[in-house]
């Protein structure tokens, strides 16, 4: 059970805080200067990117929070061949903001679980090489002392033969390969980071004990000795810490990349259950509480900060789902971020006009192939995954089914007139057709958002989101990776 999820973080150099990730994976995404007042009104003192976004980096300087900018696998290739290339990522997308913008970049995370049994070694060869040159790079500019790199890794790099954490060891196929990423990790002051999924455990295996997913000690126990376990996400955190031990590694700072819970799509992935989670993570977090192996103030990055609407779906439809607020940073459900503080939303959001498209009473529907196939052409273009059996929208009548995939195409493609045009069965309403707890969106006005930040014409940001919407099938096909 231990193999299916992971954690951990420790920090050296670096004061511990609550740390989220930001991902940029939506089609209608909420304007970067929101996004970091969002986060300083609920406390986050840290932020994980998954690429050197410019408008995010930007956004984030002299915000006071601390950054970890990553680069995507597909990147590493290329850095791993060049000191060259390594050299200008660094000086365009680290020392540029650092510099001009006052960007407080802390680390740099060197492809994002790279080692995945599904990539099928694909990484092997130009993770390490890709992290040389990157320190070495770091260096050259003179950041090496104050930017630290890191690789993200998932839990599948380490097991345990005994079924405990104590017998935990890296992955054989990758023992000799995660030592030397780990001796020169620690040899260059740099952080190892993993990322733990206890959701993940409890969806993949139907016989995984629910309550072990939980921090409120009602779990039957797992006893390793002396020591205790009472959730997987200290048992799982602690099995990377055994082996680091038995590899000679066993005071290596680690960073929990990833963790948090699902609110839709999946049984097990709601608002009550992430509430719980993620209530008892914040819980930990605000009492300095580590694990049994590392009672130190631990440093985490939520996952995630916000939905996102066009990620892969490969995984699972939860996939879109991760976000402790929706798309546009309203609240999901209510958590105490600490010190007697409440979870607030985004300020400042500007959406569509209140109106939605929707399955018109009077459209005939006596040849049911006709709506099945304008339904299935809107959740090509749009997310409909709310929409899948068991989710919020799940159990929806025929009528507001379509009503569901028509008006996501629409809000997607950001109200046009042509786009609430299904064979004649769609209308637009002024009345809003969600009904607790299926929410029936309308999406950011992004040319607004620009038209005010930047007095550019509305068009220029209406035209760009077309651009976006065009290329949203592709992108839903072929996007393998969950990030």
Known sequence: MFLLCLLGFESRGVSAGLGCNWGLQSTHRLPPDIVVRLMKDNGFDKVKLFEADPAAL???GKSGIEVMVGIPNDMLASLAGSPGNAE?????????????????????????????????????????????????????????????????????????????????DFRPDIHDLMLKITKFLQDNGGFLTVN????????????????FAFFNNVANPVVDGPITYTNVYDANFDTLISALEKNGFGQIPVIVG??????????????????????????????????????????IYLFSLLDEDNKSIEPGNFERHWGIFNYDGSVKYQLNMGKGKSIVPAKGVKYLSRQWCVLSPSAGVSDPNVLSQSISFACQYADCTSASPGSSCGNLDPQRNASYAFNMYYQTMDQRKDACSFNNLSVVTTVDPSQ????????IDIGKHELSASGSAKVAGTGSQLLISLMMVLALVTNGARF
């Open 88 to 168: 200008a990522w660094v000086q365009q997308n680290v020392s540029t903001f650092i510099s001009k913008f006052g960007t407080d970049i802390r680390f740099v995370a060197i492809g994002n679980e790279p080692f995945l049994h599904s990539y099928k070694d694909m990484f092997i060869q130009t993770t390490f090489p890709a992290l040389q040159n990157i320190q070495a790079a770091l260096v050259k500019a003179g950041l090496g002392k104050n930017v630290k790199v890191t690789v993200p890794l998932n839990a599948d790099v380490y097991q345990t033969d005994s079924g405990l954490p104590s017998g935990g």
């Open 196 to 211: 733990i999924y206890p959701f993940l455990s409890l969806q993949a295996d139907p016989n995984f004990p629910k309550e």
């Open 58 to 60: 930007k956004a984030l």
């Open 436 to 443: 607790p707890p299926c929410r029936y969106e309308i999406m």
């Open 258 to 299: 990833e963790v948090g819970w699902p609110t839709d799509c999946d049984p097990n992935a709601n608002i009550d259950n992430a509430r719980r989670f993620n209530q008892g993570l914040l819980d930990r977090i605000t009492k300095g509480q580590g694990t049994p192996k590392r009672r130190t103030p631990t440093d």
